[in-house]
């Protein structure tokens, strides 16, 4: 990087610092949505939530199927490598 281009590009370091943190905030927000031990344990207070008869049949069911799709989607981003 070039003087001019860096005494132009100074004013921009701000914004570039908070688009960096945001991404790393991001990147770690889905990490832990995607992680499958976070949602093996989802799957379990689902079951348990279904076993004492605070959520229907239903409900449970429907909670399930996000989780195992989430589990499926954090599996295929992994083998992606992203």
Same mark, same amino acid.
């Given at each position: 990087? /070039?003087?001019?281009?860096? #005494?132009? /590009?100074?004013?921009? +370091?701000?914004?570039?610092?908070?688009?960096?943190?945001?991404?790393? #905030?991001?990147?770690?927000?889905?990490?832990?949505?995607?992680?499958?031990?976070?949602?093996? %344990?989802? #799957?379990?207070?689902?079951?348990?939530? %279904?076993?004492?008869?605070?959520?229907?049949?239903?409900? +449970?069911?429907?909670?399930?199927?996000?989780?195992?799709?989430? #589990?499926?989607? /954090?599996?295929?981003?992994?083998?992606?490598? /992203?």
């Amino acid at each position: 990087m /070039g003087l001019i281009s860096g #005494l132009f /590009g100074l004013p921009l +370091a701000p914004a570039r610092g908070v688009v960096w943190v945001a991404e790393r #905030l991001q990147e770690e927000a889905e990490r832990q949505y995607y992680d499958p031990g976070t949602i093996r %344990r989802e #799957l379990q207070a689902v079951a348990a939530a %279904r076993d004492e008869g605070s959520i229907s049949e239903e409900e +449970a069911a429907d909670l399930e199927r996000e989780l195992v799709a989430r #589990l499926l989607e /954090g599996n295929a981003r992994r083998r992606e490598g /992203g």
